[in-house]
C-alpha cells in the first residue's frame, strides 16, 4: 500500500503548525491568564476521548481478517489494557500485547 | 568547584528526563516501522517525528491516512489528540511565562508529555528562580527528544527490511491500548473512556469517519461532567 506523497505531507504540515500552536497557545501568546476551570476539566480528558474511540473498531474488526473479529487480536487488545492497568507503564503494556498477539496466532 | 545554579538545574532536568528515554526509544523505534511499512518514506516519518513531535498523534494521523479517511479529518483527530498540550501550556505560564519570547518559543517546540510530568514535578518540590527552571526544563528535553528523532530513524531504516506479513498491523492498535490505559485513573477518565468506545460503535456509519470526532466530543463532555459531579459532591 502506498500513500500519496502530498497527502502525507499536507497532513504532515497542517499537523506540525496546529500541535506548535496549541503548545506555544499559553506560554506564548495568552500570557499569563489562568485557564478558566471549566475549559481545564475538558481538556483533561481529550486523550481517553479520542484513543479508546479511534482504537475500537481497529481492536474489533481488524482489516488483515477482512473485517472479521479475531480472537489473537482481541485476546491481544485485552492483555494490552491489563497490562497498561496493572503496571501505569506504556512499554510494558506494549510488550504484553505484542507477546499475547503472537502467542494467540501461534495457537490459532 | 561548584557549579552555577543553572547548570545544576540542568543536570537535574536530564535526570529527570532519562527515564523516559527507555519509553521514548521503543515507541519511536515502532513509529518509524509502522509508518514505513504504510509506504511513508524516510523524509516523510523523520519529518513528522522532527516536526510534529507527538507520537499518540502521529500514529493517529497514520491510522486514520491507511483507513484512507479525508485529509481533514485525520488533521482535525490527531489534533484533538494533541489538545491536551494546551493544559500543559497553561500550567507551565506561571514558571516560563517571563522568559524571553524565543526562548518560550523553544519551550513549546520541545514541550511533550514528558518534559511537561519532569518539570512541573520539580517545580512544586522545589523554589527556583527562572533561569533555574529554564535550565531545569531544556535538561529534561536533552535526553527525550533527540531520542525520539533517532528511533524514528532507526525504526524507519528497520521498517524498509522487515517482510509485510509480522501482523505489524496491530502495533498501532495495541500501541494505542497501551498509551491510554495508563491514563485510566479515576472514574471519569474511565466514563471518558467508556463513552469513546461506545460513542465509535453507535456512530460508526457516520461517513468520513465522523463518528470519531462525535464519540470523542461526547467522551469528553462525560468525563467532565463526572468530575464536575464528583468535585461539586466533595
Known amino acids: 500500500m502506498r500513500l500519496d506523497p502530498a497527502t502525507v505531507w499536507i497532513v504532515i504540515a497542517a499537523l506540525a503548525a ?52 479475531d480472537p489473537a487480536r482481541l485476546f491481544a487488545a485485552g492483555v494490552a489494557i491489563l497490562a497498561g492497568l496493572a503496571t501505569r507503564n ?19 | 568547584m561548584p557549579s552555577p545554579p543553572s547548570t545544576g538545574a540542568f543536570r ?74 494546551a493544559m500543559y501550556s497553561a500550567a507551565l505560564t506561571p514558571h516560563l511565562g517571563a522568559a524571553p519570547l524565543k526562548v518560550r518559543a523553544f519551550a513549546a517546540y520541545v514541550l511533550t508529555d514528558q518534559t511537561f510530568a519532569a518539570a512541573l514535578a520539580a517545580y512544586e518540590r522545589r523554589e527556583s528562580t527562572l533561569s533555574e527552571k529554564l535550565s531545569f526544563f531544556f ?11 533517532g528511533a524514528t530513524l532507526a525504526g524507519a531504516l528497520l521498517g524498509q527490511s522487515i517482510p509485510p506479513d509480522y501482523a505489524l498491523d496491530f502495533a498501532v492498535p495495541i500501541t494505542f491500548l497501551a498509551i491510554v490505559a495508563p491514563m485510566v485513573r479515576t472514574l471519569a477518565h474511565l466514563v471518558a473512556a467508556t463513552v469513546s468506545v461506545v460513542g465509535a460503535l453507535a ?32
Open chain 1, 18 to 69: 496546529g500541535s506548535y500552536l496549541i503548545r506555544f497557545s499559553f506560554l506564548g501568546l495568552i500570557g499569563n491568564q489562568p485557564l478558566p476551570p471549566w475549559v481545564l476539566r475538558h481538556l483533561r480528558y481529550t486523550p481517553v476521548a479520542v484513543i479508546p474511540a479511534l482504537v475500537t473498531p481497529l481492536v474489533l474488526f481488524p482489516a488483515a481478517t477482512g473485517g472479521e473479529p
Open chain 1, 90 to 108: 506504556v512499554l510494558a503494556a506494549i510488550l504484553a500485547g505484542g507477546a499475547a498477539l503472537y502467542l494467540g496466532l501461534w495457537l490459532t
Open chain 2, 12 to 85: 537535574r532536568g536530564v535526570h529527570a528526563g532519562l527515564p523516559f528515554v527507555i519509553v521514548v526509544g521503543p515507541f519511536g523505534l515502532l513509529f518509524g516501522v509502522v509508518a514505513t511499512e504504510a509506504g511513508l518514506d524516510l523524509a516523510a516519518t523523520l519529518g513528522m517525528s522532527l516536526l510534529v513531535v507527538a507520537g499518540a498523534a502521529q500514529f493517529t494521523a497514520l491510522q486514520l491516512m491507511i483507513d484512507q479517511a479525508p485529509t481533514l479529518i485525520v488533521i482535525l483527530t490527531a489534533l484533538a489528540v494533541n489538545l491536551r498540550m
Open chain 2, 139 to 149: 535538561g529534561s528535553a536533552a535526553p527525550v527528544v533527540p531520542v525520539w528523532f
Open chain 2, 203 to 234: 456512530f460508526g456509519w457516520v461517513p468520513y469517519s465522523g463518528g470519531l470526532l462525535i464519540a470523542a466530543a461526547l467522551a469528553m463532555l462525560a468525563g467532565a461532567e463526572v468530575e464536575r459531579r464528583r468535585e461539586a459532591a466533595r
